[in-house]
Structure formats: C-alpha cells, structure tokens
C-alpha cells in the first residue's frame, strides 16, 4: 500500500483547506483510513477516521470544523475538508491506511508522506 497526501499549504485562520490522500497498491482489502497530525514538539495524533462502511471518528479538536471522507470503497482515496482553521491546526498531516491481520482486531498500518499545513493568525 502506498499512500501519497497533497493539498497542504498556508492559510490564515478562519480559511479552508482541503486534504488529499491518493491510495496505490495492494489497496483492496484496506477498511480503515485516517489522517493523523503532528505538530512541532509534540506526538503524532489522531485528526480523524472513516471505515468503509463510511464510520467516522473525530478528534475533538477536528469535530464540527473538519469532515473526512473517500472518493469510493474501490479506490480508498481520501480527502480531509478542513473549515474554520486555528493556528492550532498548523502540523504535518499524515495519511492512513489499515489492513486487518489475521488476527481479529489487529491491523497492519501504512503511512504516507505528510503535507504541511501552515495557519496563520
């Protein structure tokens, strides 16, 4: 699986910006994608995930603000729809991918290159 994330850039606060995770590869049995972000000095985090029975799950900080949604259940690519931006968005957003193991419960993960995201105040 590989994943490729576009879409980052500057914006002042309050503006838009709208993330793109273009998916490749072994892509079929994927059920989960998410973006993560990790800002200067801090730990990476969850942003927000969809699976693909179009389940969302949203980080407090990203709730009522940032909506995630995929292209299609066959090409798993992703967008992140980012209104209403803070200075506190500003981080490196990451793209990703799970693959059920085996294992009940247990995923494999794929990563992507991140794209900046830069608010300003």
């Known amino acids: 699986v590989q994943l490729q994330a576009s879409g980052g850039g500057a914006v002042q606060a309050g503006g838009s910006l709208r993330l793109f995770c273009a998916a490749s590869g072994s892509i079929f049995d994927i059920d989960l994608m998410g973006w993560y972000r990790q800002a200067p000095g801090k730990q990476r985090e969850l942003v927000a995930s969809?699976?693909?029975?179009?389940?969302?799950?949203y980080a407090d900080s990203a709730k009522g603000r940032f909506t995630i949604s995929t292209q299609s259940s066959a090409t798993k690519n992703t967008w992140l729809q980012m209104n209403s931006v803070k200075p506190e968005d500003t981080a490196v957003y990451y793209c990703?991918?799970?693959?059920?193991?085996?294992?009940?419960?247990?995923?494999?993960?794929?990563w992507g290159m991140g794209t900046l995201v830069t608010v300003s105040s």
């Open positions: 990703n991918a799970g693959v059920p193991r085996q294992v009940p419960g247990m995923r494999n993960f794929y």
């Open positions: 969809i699976d693909t029975k179009g389940n969302t799950n």
